[in-house]
């Protein structure tokens, strides 16, 4: 930061605001200021609270808050349902695994820059139980770039939906007179232009874009793992919150009977996983993170139809929660602008479940630690460690 000293703001939202609506309200201002060291919800008084880096921001901070609380108040924000539930505060709750040690920057470098040694074991663990899982469900292996096509992210309407997330890829114009002016002046920005591709922010729009225009007879599952990229505050970047991860995702593509009943299938039996992990947390319906209060009944749409379901993970005592995995049924959505299709020309259903495995690592070794000697012996067996 450079000079000035950190300064905080306050913005009343109880007399304006439902709690819902105020939570809601800070995961967008979160996308909407830059120049911010901050900004949550004071849990006694439902007030905003921002740490703005230094005062030169302050009325754009002030009439973004205002203007956005304004377009919050119109919003039904609807409160998750939970359809799981093992909390670490449960009266019958018994930890079996006390007093793991954890050192931050040792394995798992908190700033996402390396993973070393047992984390790095770890992140093959999972992955191994995650690709053998979806196996057993006889999905097909796939491996995809890291970068995607605009093309396809337009089919999605991804761009336009959560502008807030993505990272464009640019690229220097093979042009003879361009290369030699970066040459001499180191002028690189000046000289860029935006390249038709962008760094995916899921693995599933690969899928789609590889069975466009397909008739399928019969339901195809597909899985892979892949490095996915989503543009996070800089602030809130660290240990569970990356703008670089690994995805592994299945995606089902059938009837809508198919899919719902294989989503079902993802969420008992990944549920049994969390649970014989010794993890606690719960599931629970979930909304993608809709920007625009245009697309506010997009989110109600999902939460009420039980689109999308997300395992939450509680670590440190339950004092932070993330999700480690999203079971998504998005109907004919993307089937539709892809044109995957049934004999009778009808548009498919499709879903996918997606594992952020970097979470899951982060989850593990919060909770046991990071020595592999002292873990449970059937922890330690169920990752294929011991
Ligand atoms: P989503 O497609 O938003 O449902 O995300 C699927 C999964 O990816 C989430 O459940 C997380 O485990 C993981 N994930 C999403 N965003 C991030 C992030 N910024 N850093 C690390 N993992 C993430
Ligand atoms: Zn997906």
Redesign the pocket.
């Known amino acids: 930061m450079k000079g000035g000293r950190t300064l905080t703001f306050r913005y009343h939202t109880s007399d304006k605001l439902t709690n819902l609506q105020a939570q809601s309200l800070v995961s967008k201002l979160t996308y909407s200021l830059e120049g911010i060291s901050a900004c949550y919800l004071d849990g006694e008084n439902q007030d905003i609270v921002i740490h703005a880096n230094d005062d030169s921001n302050r009325s754009q901070i002030e009439d973004t808050v205002l203007l956005l609380m304004e377009q919050e108040r119109t919003i039904r924000t609807l409160k998750s349902r939970v359809i799981r539930n093992v909390s670490t505060n449960d009266d019958n709750y018994k930890s079996p695994f006390p007093g793991a040690s954890y050192h931050p920057d040792w394995s798992f470098a908190s700033d996402g820059s390396v993973r070393r040694d047992f984390a790095v074991m770890l992140y093959q663990s999972i992955d191994g139980i995650l690709s053998n899982l979806a196996m057993e469900r006889h999905a097909k292996y796939r491996k995809y770039p890291s970068m995607i096509p605009l093309k396809t992210l337009d089919k999605c309407g991804y761009v336009t939906t959560f502008p807030q997330n993505i990272y464009l890829v640019s690229e220097i114009p093979h042009q003879s007179d361009i290369l030699q002016k970066i040459k001499k002046t180191g002028d690189v920005e000046s000289n860029l232009r935006q390249s038709q591709y962008a760094l995916s922010p899921?693995v599933c729009f690969h899928c789609y874009e590889e069975l466009a225009g397909q008739t399928l007879e019969h339901p195809v599952i597909l899985t892979a793992l892949g490095t996915?990229y989503?543009h996070?505050a800089t602030w809130r970047l660290g240990n569970?919150?990356?703008?670089e991860?690994s995805?592994r995702e299945v995606v089902l593509i059938g009837t809508p009977d198919f899919v719902e009943s294989e989503r079902n299938w993802w969420v008992d039996c990944i549920w049994k996983l969390f649970g014989d992990l010794g993890l606690t947390g719960r599931i629970e319906t979930a909304n993608?993170p809709f920007y625009f209060s245009d697309d506010a009944a997009k989110a109600q749409h999902q939460q009420m139809a039980n689109m999308?379901y997300?395992l939450v993970v509680e670590v440190d005592g339950g004092t932070q929660t993330f999700?480690?995995?999203?079971f998504?049924n998005i109907r004919e959505a993307l089937c539709k602008p892809f044109r995957i299709t049934d004999a009778a020309d009808k548009p498919l259903h499709s879903g996918c479940i997606?594992?952020?495995i970097?979470?899951w690592v982060f989850s593990l070794l919060k909770k046991y630690g990071e020595d592999p000697g002292k873990w449970q012996p059937h922890i330690a067996e169920m990752m294929r460690f011991s």
């Open positions: 899921a996915c989503r996070e569970q919150r990356l703008n991860f995805m993608d999308k997300e999700s480690i995995a999203s998504n997606a594992f952020g970097d979470r």
